[in-house]
Each structure stands twice: as C-alpha cells, then as structure tokens.
Nanobody, 126 residues
Framework: QVQLLESGGGLVQPGGSLRLSCAAS????????ISWFRQAPGKEREFVVA????????IYADSVKGRFTLSRDNAKNTVYLQMTSLKPEDTAVYYC???????????????????WGQGTQVTVSL
C-alpha cells in the first residue's frame, strides 16, 4: 500500500511559477512509476508527466513540455513538479499517482494507476 500526499498548489499570475510536491509513505517507491495528472472543471483527467524511476525517463505531455520539470528524491520518497511560465489553461486540480507494475505504453492512462493522492488546486489568474 502506498499513500500519496500532494502539496504546493495555490493561486499564481500568468507567467508565474509553482512547485508541487508529492510525498509517498508506505512501501519504498523507488521502483514505482510516479506521475502527475490534472483535471479542470468539466474536463477529463489529463496526463501531465510520468517518471518510471529516474528523471531521464520522464515523459511529458506536449502542453507542458519545456515549462514543467519533474524531479524525484527517492531518499525522501518525494516527487516534485516544478511549473514555470504558467498559463490560465494550466488551472486544474493536480493529482499525483503511483503504480508498481505499469508499462511504458500505459503511463499516460489514469486507469492504469492503483494509487492516487487527494489533489492540490492550481489556479492561474490575474
């Protein structure tokens, strides 16, 4: 069993930055795929970024590529999502997800993940 807790959300102006954190407790998550998804009101949950084990394997959605950066601190069982050049369309609840058995081709599918955090709200607005 893995418990995930997101933090770091808030209100930011367009062009600003935020760093989200996802702290995992329970089993060691070194071998887990850790991902971020987001969901805006009235929309389906959307893939943002996934990391199998090291940052070099991170896969980003085209909409955030070059602006968001995922990093992992396995010693602290924590994943960070650094978000820069934020846009109003980035407004959503951001969720951290984890799974130990997911294959690379399925990393973008939220239905493939067994563990989810409660989410943290990110609002980009003047």
């Amino acid at each position: 069993q893995v418990q995930l807790l997101e933090s770091g959300g808030g209100l930011v102006q367009p062009g600003g930055s935020l760093r989200l954190s996802c702290a995992a407790s329970g089993r060691t998550f070194r071998s887990y795929t850790i991902s971020w998804f987001r969901q805006a009101p009235g929309k389906e949950r959307e893939f943002v970024v996934a990391s199998k084990s090291t940052n070099s394997n991170a896969i980003y959605a085209d909409s955030v590529k070059g602006r968001f950066t995922l990093s992992r601190d396995n010693a602290k069982n924590t994943v960070y999502l650094q978000m820069t050049s934020l846009k109003p369309e980035d407004t959503a609840v951001y969720y951290c997800a984890a799974d130990s058995r997911i294959i690379t081709s399925a990393m973008r599918d939220p239905d493939e993940y067994d563990y989810w955090g409660q989410g943290t709200q990110v609002t980009v607005s003047l």
